[in-house]
């Protein structure tokens, strides 16, 4: 209670130190950019206040305008954890530097993170990792990597059903436009920062059609940056690699799942957490964040590095065309770093100095603005924002033609040649080509070894004619469709969905199954 209490009072006096700050007060200045900014829970506060010390001191044209997100809101009832009057502010700024926030245990919260990017838009996830050896310790003192995250789509836009009772089902969505748009960014980061290579990691040897579209137009892209070089992983040998030798990347951009995985390996590797900054980019709105967490465990007790929310508001003055100021800081940082001012959390006895607290590193920090880093090599911060001129609009592949219909069934049989002959018997306007169980052909002619659940895909093509005559192959219609479903229906058959079999041209819309 105590611990509470108090813990709340600091919190209060800190805010109250952040808001009367003198970036609040009115000031007549012209072209300052306003920024919504949101303090946080946990150790939030305190690297807000001394990132925003900072900025101040390094003459940084912004406005702040405080918002309230996070926990307290969470705890009124508001399940989302932002409030109609902090849109207002993110709406009218299209701008947030947001420190972390604790989401309450408990089922019912939705994260704020994936609200924010989901409801702005905000397409790429940028995390620039660094080593800073000897200063901070890593395995890996040449490591330089930017990973760049396709932030909306894939396995998160979850969409998840229970279809029977052994299986569940995550939708992996994958568009062309998004995948088109984060390479495109990708490359235009590299040819603004001087970056060399982009290096695209998919799973494209196992998901042929999703993360082989994204491979595809990585390399058409790719075509139209003929000074960058371009590299494509398998993203398990790339993963493992990037973690053991990770001086041989660049900039790396992959679909959603694969980055939220290597871009905290890269964090990691590169000496802390507490170092990085990210940016959530769209093509309105941008959030610059911390990538860790509010560490409840050290709140309140100015222990916490600010590096982290720093490195997110030098992305952001980047990104708003304020560079000089934003290298500026990003060298003071540096030298502070350098000079062996080390917080807790990185101090080592070999080369940390002095054991400085958030606010004594802060201080640190602002006074060596203006000065340069001799033995890291300094920041030489690219002008500009970055801007996708190209539009993405899917490309017009030529007519959409449905040729069969995979249906879905929940059957506790354990025999495929029985769900066969029931099935091809009740089926009068298709024909069953084929069942497959877990992806894997079982009839007919299955293997007899292969495991079976209670979740069937059985393949419906036009009677008489072939898959393998591909494109030309017969079209159907969806009132076949909605004839074999009543067929099947009627034979007490469990159809729990369906999914259609499109041509696109003389592209294949769905993969075989494995052994059709
Ligand atoms: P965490 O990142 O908060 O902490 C992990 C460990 O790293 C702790 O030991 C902590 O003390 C240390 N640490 C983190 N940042 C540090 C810093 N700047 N300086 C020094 N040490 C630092 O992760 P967690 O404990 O898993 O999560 C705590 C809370 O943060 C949870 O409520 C979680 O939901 C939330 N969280 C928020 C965000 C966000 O808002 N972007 C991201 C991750 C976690």
């Keep these: 209670m105590l611990l509470h209490l108090s813990l709340h009072v600091y919190l209060n006096i800190m805010e109250a130190n952040i808001t009367q700050s003198s970036f609040t007060k009115e000031q007549a200045v012209k072209n300052k950019t306003k920024v919504a900014v949101a303090a946080g829970d946990g150790i939030g506060p305190e690297i807000m206040k001394a990132t925003l010390d900072i900025m101040e001191a390094a003459g940084a044209a912004i406005e702040p305008e405080f918002i309230d997100v996070g926990e307290q ?14 849109w207002d502010v993110i709406n009218r700024n299209k701008l947030l530097l947001k420190a972390p926030i604790t989401t309450p245990q408990g089922s019912g919260y939705k994260s ?10 905000l397409y790429a996830n940028v995390r620039p990792c660094r080593s800073l050896h000897p ?17 909306e789509e894939d396995l998160y836009a979850g969409i998840e059903h229970q279809q029977t009772p052994d299986v569940i089902q995550c939708l992996k969505l994958v568009t062309k436009s998004g995948s088109e748009r984060i390479i495109r960014y990708a490359f235009e980061y590299a040819k603004q920062n001087n970056r060399e290579k982009v290096t695209c990691m998919v799973k494209d040897n196992i ?6 579209m994204f491979h595809k137009v990585f390399n058409k892209v790719g075509e139209e940056y003929p000074e960058i070089k371009k590299e494509i992983q398998i993203i398990d040998i790339g993963a493992a690699r990037l973690a053991s030798r990770p001086e041989e990347y660049d900039v790396v951009v992959t679909l959603n799942l694969y980055g939220d995985i290597i871009s905290d390996i890269t964090a990691e590797i590169a000496g802390s957490v507490g170092l990085a900054g990210s940016a ?15 560490a409840p465990d050290i709140a309140g007790q100015d222990l916490a590095n600010p590096s982290g929310l720093i490195n997110a508001a030098v992305m952001m003055l980047q990104h708003i065309g304020q560079t000089e100021v934003s290298e500026k800081i990003a060298n003071a940082l540096l030298k502070t770093l350098e000079d062996g001012i080390h917080t807790q959390d990185v101090f080592n006895p070999d080369f940390s100095r002095k054991k400085a607290t958030t606010s004594e590193f802060a201080q640190a920090v602002i006074e060596r603005i203006g000065k340069h880093p001799t033995r890291l090599k300094p920041v030489a911060m690219a002008e500009g ?3 996708l001129d190209k539009s993405n609009e899917p490309e017009i592949l030529g007519e959409k033609k449905l040729v069969g219909v995979d249906v879905f069934v929940d059957w506790p049989g354990k025999d495929p040649e029985e769900l066969g002959r029931k099935l091809k018997s009740a089926a009068k306007t298709l024909q069953l080509k084929m069942i497959t ?5 079982v009839y007919p002619n299955g293997n007899p070894e292969t495991f079976c659940t209670d979740h069937w895909r059985c393949r419906f093509i036009n009677k008489d004619v072939d898959l393998s005559n591909g494109p030309s192959c017969e079209k159907i219609s969806h009132k076949m469709i909605i004839a074999l479903l009543n067929d099947l229906v009627n034979i007490g058959i469990d159809t729990i969905k369906t999914e259609n079999l499109y041509y696109f041209g003389e592209e294949r819309g769905f993969s075989l199954g494995q052994g059709e």
Excluded: C, Q, W
Aim: glycine share 8%; hydrophobic share 35%; charged share 25%.
């Design 112 to 121: 704020l993170n994936v609200t924010i990017r989901k409801s702005l838009n």
């Design 73 to 86: 809101v969470y705890l009124s009832g508001n399940t989302a954890g932002i409030e109609d009057k902090s």
């Design 280 to 294: 959530n980019i769209g093509s309105n709105y941008a959030m610059f964040e911390a990538i860790h967490g509010s």
């Design 385 to 387: 924002e970055i801007r």
């Design 207 to 212: 998901m042929k059609h999703t993360d082989g």
């Design 135 to 151: 200063f901070v310790k890593t395995l890996h003192p040449n490591m330089d990597v930017v990973v760049v995250r396709e932030n």
């Design 437 to 441: 169980n877990r992806g894997v052909k």
